[in-house]
C-alpha cells in the first residue's frame, strides 16, 4: 500500500555536507510501504509464549545486586546472592507496556534530530571495531586519527543519520581517558546525533554530561530530551554483566535511550535452530527492556535484534546469510508485537570490500528495510563480520542506503505521471528523449549514483577501467580532502574541553572493571 | 505467512551436476510467503485502465499483415495496408482470459522439468549476450566456445533451472547455421528446459523440431507439451515486429511458451515517469499477449516486466536501480492481475563483477523474489547491462540464488524448534555447541556457500587473501574441468545430427531478415 510522496524538489537537491560529492540531501526517511512479515500471527505468539516460559522456569542472570533490587521494587521476586531472577510473564507485560512507541534524538545540529518508531527509518555508521582499513593503508588496528576520519566521513554523508558509536576503538588512547577524548571529538567532528558507551558508570556519566554541553541543555531539559545512545548487550545465553546494567541505571535515569541487543548465535550462544534462537533473543531482549523500565517508566529503549548463526565446520559467526534474512525479519514482526523501536544491523563476513561484503550486507539491508527497523546500526563501514572499519565499504554502503532511501519513494499513480498525452504524442515507434513531458522531468526523474559507474565499457577502459571499489578509494578520500567541521558556538567548545581537561587531570576512569 | 516446509533430508544432501562443487541439489523451488506489494489495488486498476486506454485511442503497430488477419480474425478492426491496429478494452479482456494461469515445461530429462505460475520459481542461466569475459581472458566478442563452456557450467550449477537462450552470440557460427550448432549444442550439453529464437518464421520451426526430436517424442505429443521457450520482445514503444509476430505465430501453434516482453526504458523509448513507463509496458505486454491467446487460445504465455531507466546524463540504461525495483514489484501485482505467469529479470549496468554489479544485481534479485516472478531471466553471468556475460558472474550469481533459495525455506516454529529443552540443559552462561540439540543438526542446520570466505583475516591472508571475484574463477574452471555431458539416447543423438547435417547442407536459412 503506497502513501502520498514527500514534495519532490526539496529531496531532490543535490546538497549536502560534502561539498563537490553529488548525493541526496540529509532527510528524515519514511517507510511508506507495509511491513514484508514470513511467520504469522500465532506463529510470532508461538515465539512470544516459549520466550516467556524461558524467563519464568529457567530465568535470565542479573549479575549486579543494585539491578536485582530495582527488579525486586518493581515487583520479581529475587533470592540474595543469586544472580538468577525468574520473571513472571504477567509483571514482564507490565513492565514492557511502559517502553515508549517513540521517540525523539535531538542533536546538537536541530536538523539533524532523529524519530524513532512508527515509519521512521534511520542509518548508523559503523561501531566498535577493533580495525580499520582502506585500499592503500591495509589493514591497522584502530587508532585515532582514522577514528577521527571516519566520523568526518559519517558527518559529510548525508544518508548517515547519527554516528552510531567509535567507528574504530582508538587503541592509542589510554582505556582511562579514551572515552573523553573519543567523545570530544565525536562532539565536535560531527553534530548528528551521537552515542556512549555502558562501559560502566563512570564511563557513561562523562559521555551524557559532555553531550548536555556540547547541546548547551541543563539537565532538567536533558532529562526530557533523548540526545545519545548506548547499545546493551546481554551477555548470552540468559545474562545482563555489572558493566551494561549500570548502563542501563545511568541511561534510563537520564532519560537516554538504550538499545538492548542480544547476540545470539545459533550453535554457539543460543539453540543451532533458528526459532530456538528468536526465542532466546526475545527472551533476553525483554528482560532488559522491563529492567530499563523498573528503572524508571517511560525509559525511552530499542528491542534490537541480531541473531546470526555460525559456519558449524569451524565455528565462525556468518552474517548476511540467508538464516540472518530470516531472523531480521522475524525481529521486526516481534518488536511490532511490543510496540517497542527496532533496530537491526547491515552486516556481512567478508574479508575485504569485494562482491561477498556486497551480496552479503545486501542479504541485510533488504531484511532490515522489509522489516522496518528504525535504526540501522552498522549501516555503513562493517567488514569481518564487525572486526573491522573499512573506508571503502562506508562509501560502498552510502549508495546501497540510497538506492534504499529511492526504493522508499513511492511510485505515483496519476494523469499526469501515466503520461497517456505523452504517449500520444510520441505515437508508436517514436523516442521520448526530446517531448516535453520528458524535457520538463529529466533532471530529477532517477536516482544519480555517487558510485556507480554507468558509462559503457569502452569508455570505462579507457578511463582506465577502475573497479567500484578502488572508485569508492577515490570517494572517500575526495570528500575528507573537502571535509569542513560544524560550527560550533566558542562557548560551548571551551566548556567541552573544561570538561575533558578537568578530567582527564583527574585521571579518567579506573580501568580495572 | 508461512506454510509447511519441504522435507529437510532432500534438500539438503551435497549433490549435483558438478563433481567436487558444495552446492544445494537441485530443487523446484517455491515461493512460501506473501507476495511484497507497493501499490494499492486502486492504483493497479488505474495502471490497468490507463493502458487499455493506450491500446483504444493510440493503438500498437503490428507489423505483419498475417498478424492483423488473425487479430480481425478475433475480432478486431484493422485497416487494410494500416499496420496501426486499435485494441478494445473487451476484446483484450476476453484473449488476455484465454491465457492459462500455469503451466508445465518438459526437459529432456524429466527430472528437471519445471511448473510456471502459481507459487513457482525458476531461474534461467543469461542469454543473448554479444560479448563474454573472464578474469584471465579478458572480454572478447562471443564465440562457440564460450557459448558451449557457458551452457556446461549452466547443466552443472543445480540453482540453474533452465536455459535462458544462448548464454553468449556465438559469432563465430554463420548466421544461416548458427541456429543449428547452437540448438544441437544446448541440447547436447544440457538436459534442461532450453530455448529457441523467434527470428523469422524457419530458425524457430527448427529449435522447436531439435527439441521434439531430442525428448524423443511426436508432434502430437509436443502440441500439449511445452518443451522450449522464447523471448518476445516488444519494438517498443507500441511496436510488434515481424519476426517476433512470426515467432508468436509459430510457436503458439506448436503449444510453445513465449515471454512477451517489452523493453520499456523510462526516459527513452517510454515515459520518462515510472508510472508511464509501466502504462505502456502493461499495454504492449497484453496486445502480445492477446495475440498470442488469438494465434490459438490457451497458448502459455509469460507476462514479461522490463521496465528501466536511463541515465538522462549521457542516455546511457541503468539496471539495477531504485526505479528497476520498484517496477518489479509492480510488474508482478498486474501479473497477478492477469493471472499469468510472471518474468523479470537480475539485471546490473556494471562492467567488471564488482561489487557494483553484486549491488546492483542484488537491486535486482531481492524486487524478483518479493514479487514471486516465475521466470527469473538473466538470472546468472550478465554484466554490462546485457551486453557481456561473465563466467566470474555465473558463480557470483549462483551463491547469491543459493542464498535466496534457502531465504525461502520458511522457520518452523514448534516445540522441537523452540528448544525449550536446550535452553534448560545449557543454561545461563553455558555454550550450545556440544549440546544434544545441536549435536543432532549441525551438520544440515544452516546454508553452507559455494563461494563465501568465513575464515578469519588472519587464515584467509595467509591463504593469498584471495577476493570473492577471483575465487568464483577458480570455482567456475573447477566445475568446466569436472563436467560431464548428460546422457543422450545414442539414436535420439544421430537423429538430432541427422537432422542438422540435412539443414545445414540445404543451406540453412535466409540471413537477410
New interface residues.
Given amino acids: ?2 502513501r502520498p510522496a514527500r514534495s519532490r524538489g526539496g529531496r531532490r537537491r543535490r546538497q549536502g555536507g560534502a561539498a563537490g560529492l553529488r548525493q541526496l540531501p540529509f532527510q528524515r526517511l519514511r517507510y ?3 511491513p ?5 500471527a500465532d ?1 510470532i505468539e ?2 512470544h509464549q ?1 520466550s516467556m ?2 524467563l519464568e ?5 542479573f549479575h549486579l545486586d543494585e539491578a536485582r533490587e530495582i527488579l525486586q521494587a518493581a515487583g520479581a521476586e529475587i533470592r540474595p546472592g543469586d544472580p ?1 531472577v525468574r520473571l513472571d510473564r504477567d509483571l514482564l507485560a507490565e513492565l514492557v507496556a511502559k517502553a515508549p512507541a517513540r521517540f525523539r534524538s535531538h542533536a546538537r545540529n536541530p536538523d539533524h534530530d532523529l524519530d524513532y518508531g512508527g515509519d521512521n527509518a534511520n542509518f548508523a555508521l559503523i561501531a566498535s571495531t577493533p ?1 580499520v582499513s582502506d585500499l592503500e593503508g591495509g ?1 591497522r588496528s584502530g587508532n585515532f586519527a582514522d577514528y577521527q576520519d571516519l566520523i568526518r566521513l559519517g558527518q559529510s554523508l548525508n544518508i548517515v543519520h547519527q554516528i552510531g558509536g567509535y567507528p574504530v576503538e582508538p587503541i592509542d588512547l589510554h582505556p582511562s581517558i579514551r572515552h573523553l577524548e573519543a567523545e570530544r571529538a565525536m562532539l565536535k567532528l560531527s553534530d548528528k546525533v551521537g552515542h556512549g558507551y555502558s562501559l560502566g558508570r563512570e564511563r557513561i556519566r562523562d559521555s551524557i554530561e559532555m553531550v548536555r554541553i556540547a547541546r548547551g541543555v541543563d539537565h532538567e531539559r536533558l532529562l526530557t530530551e533523548p540526545s545519545l545512545l548506548s547499545v546493551i548487550n546481554a ?1 548470552s ?3 545482563y554483566d555489572r558493566p551494561m546494567l549500570l548502563g542501563i541505571i545511568e541511561m534510563a535515569s537520564h532519560g537516554q535511550p538504550v538499545i538492548i541487543t542480544p547476540f545470539t548465535l ?11 534462537a ?3 533473543q526475545n527472551a533476553e531482549a525483554l528482560a532488559g527492556i522491563a529492567f530499563a523500565q523498573a528503572v524508571r517508566p517511560g525509559a525511552p529503549v530499542f528491542y534490537g535484534g541480531f541473531t546470526s ?10 552474517f548476511g ?3 540472518y ?3 531480521v525479519l ?1 525481529g521486526g514482526q516481534l518488536a511490532r508485537r511490543y510496540g517497542v523501536p527496532y533496530r537491526s544491523s547491515n552486516v556481512n ?15 541485510s539491508l ?1 531484511p532490515c528495510i ?1 522489516a522496518q527497523c528504525h535504526l540501522m546500526k552498522h549501516a555503513l563501514g562493517w567488514l ?1 563480520g564487525g ?2 572499519a573499512s573506508f571503502e565499504k562506508v562509501i ?1 554502503d552510502a ?2 542506503l540510497q ?5 522508499l ?6 494523469d ?5 498525452s ?3 504524442e ?8 526530446g517531448c516535453a ?2 524535457m520538463e ?3 530529477t ?4 549514483p555517487m ?7 569502452e569508455t ?2 579507457e578511463a582506465g ?1 577502475v ?3 578502488r572508485r ?1 578509494h577515490g570517494v572517500y578520500r575526495q570528500i575528507l580532502a573537502d571535509y569542513q567541521p560544524p560550527p560550533m558556538d566558542p562557548a560551548i567548545a571551551e566548556e567541552l574541553d573544561d570538561y575533558v581537561d578537568r578530567r582527564i587531570a583527574e585521571g579518567g576512569v579506573p580501568t580495572d572493571f
Wanted: hydrophobic share 45%; net charge negative; with cysteine.
Fill in positions: 500500500m503506497a511508506p510501504y507495509q514484508f512479515e514470513i511467520l504469522s506463529e508461538g515465539i516459549a516460559d524461558v522456569r529457567i530465568g535470565i542472570n538468577r580495525n589493514r551477555n545465553p540468559l545474562q545459533a550453535g554457539a550462544m543460543a539453540p543451532v535452530t533458528l526459532a530456538g528468536l526465542v532466546q548463526n555460525v559456519d558449524m565446520k569451524t565455528g565462525s559467526p556468518a546469510t540467508p538464516e534474512a530470516k531472523t522475524i563476513a567478508s574479508n575485504a570490500p569485494d562482491v561477498q561484503s556486497a551480496y552479503e550486507s545486501q542479504m533488504w522489509l569481518e572486526l573491522c560502498i549508495e546501497m538506492m534504499m532511501a529511492e526504493f519513494r513511492p511510485v505515483m499513480i496519476n499526469d505521471e501515466t503520461a497517456l505523452a504517449m500520444q510520441v505515437g508508436p515507434g517514436g523516442h521520448y528523449f513531458h520528458t522531468r529529466y533532471e526523474a532517477f536516482y544519480a558510485l556507480s559507474d554507468w558509462r559503457n565499457f570505462w577502459s577501467a573497479d567500484a571499489t569508492a
